[in-house]
Each structure stands twice: as structure tokens, then as C-alpha cells.
């Protein structure tokens, strides 16, 4: 018994849209906590969202990371969402063509810059966030809470840029610390 060929056809079409979304979702959950940040580390994590948020926005994200070796937990955590909120900021508000993302140590120091070269916005002086920001405000705080600091330097029609600087505990920089 089968169905008539009208609704053979809208079924096939939902399935092939549920197999979409499911696509879809798989992806963005990968995104959200990938395994690779915890299997190999926050660099290749950041290649892959990268990769991911570049594919769907049809933004050039251009990475440069001079850095090896495995960080703390909380670090690679840190570095990994604030990279992945600056990427959506770019492109939901931004309307950037570019993006760079910078990753180098300076001695017991993590630096990280994501810069776009986008719609940029004002800054409210003293703070360096606009008037909206949660997710900005959101970095900050997350920077702060393992002892960080993070700037953003932004002005209308010329870009945004944030600067994370993350201290590292001496010898534990390359420690693969407990990944739960």
C-alpha cells in the first residue's frame, strides 16, 4: 500500500530538509563544545569554528597562531568562547569583509586579537564596550574571572579589534591539565 506520488514527493522533500537541519544542528552543537577543544586543544578548535563560521558567512577569517602545546582548561575555554562570540558579533553586526584572528605567548602571557574590519561602533570611554554588548561585557567577565585582561578598541567605519591577554602559571602553560 503505498502513497500517492503527490505526497511521495512532499514527503521525500521533508525528509531531505529534516536530514538539512539535522546537518545543521550537528555542526553548531560541534561548535558549541567541540571534542576537538578537548582533544586537541583551543587552536585547532578555533580552525575549525573558523572554518565553520567563514563557510556560512562567506567571510575570509585569516588566523595566525605562533603557539603549540596544550594551556590550562580554563584557558583554552576562555580563549575558545571569547574567539567564538567576537566571530558572531562580526558578522551579525559588524558586516566585516575580513577577519583576523591572532593567537603568540609573551613569556608566562597568552595573547589572543580577533580584528574585523568592519562597521565598527563607539566606544563609552573608561569601559570599552558600546551601549549593547552582553556578549561583550560577557568576554570581559569570563577574561577577568581566570585573571585576564581584554581591551576592545573600536570606532564607527573603522573596525573593531579585542585584545585578550591571559597569564599562564609558569611551567603548567604546557600541561595537559584534567579535561572534564
Not at 106 to 135: H, M, N, W, Y
Not at 136 to 151: D, F, K, P, W, Y
Amino acid at each position: 500500500m503505498g502513497m500517492p506520488e503527490a505526497q511521495q514527493e512532499q514527503f521525500t522533500r521533508i525528509k531531505d530538509l529534516l536530514n538539512e537541519v539535522e546537518k545543521h544542528l550537528r555542526r553548531y552543537s560541534h561548535e558549541l563544545r567541540p571534542t576537538i577543544l578537548d582533544d586537541l586543544g583551543w587552536v585547532p578548535a578555533i580552525r575549525f569554528l573558523a572554518d565553520g563560521v567563514s563557510k556560512r558567512a562567506n567571510l575570509p577569517i585569516h588566523i595566525d597562531a605562533t603557539v603549540s602545546g596544550r594551556l590550562p582548561t580554563a584557558v583554552e575555554t576562555t580563549l575558545y568562547r571569547i574567539v567564538q562570540e567576537a566571530l558572531t558579533n562580526a558578522v551579525k553586526h559588524a558586516k566585516a569583509s575580513n577577519l583576523w584572528i591572532r593567537a603568540w605567548r609573551e613569556d608566562f602571557t597568552q595573547c589572543c586579537t580577533i580584528r574585523d574590519d568592519g562597521a565598527g561602533f563607539k566606544v563609552r570611554s573608561g569601559q570599552g564596550l558600546p551601549r549593547k554588548g552582553l556578549g561583550l561585557v560577557a568576554m570581559r567577565e569570563r577574561v577577568s574571572a581566570i585573571g585576564g585582561t581584554l581591551q576592545i578598541e573600536s570606532r564607527p567605519g573603522h573596525g573593531t579589534e579585542i585584545s585578550i591577554r591571559l597569564p599562564l602559571e609558569g611551567n603548567d602553560a604546557n600541561t595537559n591539565h584534567s579535561r572534564g
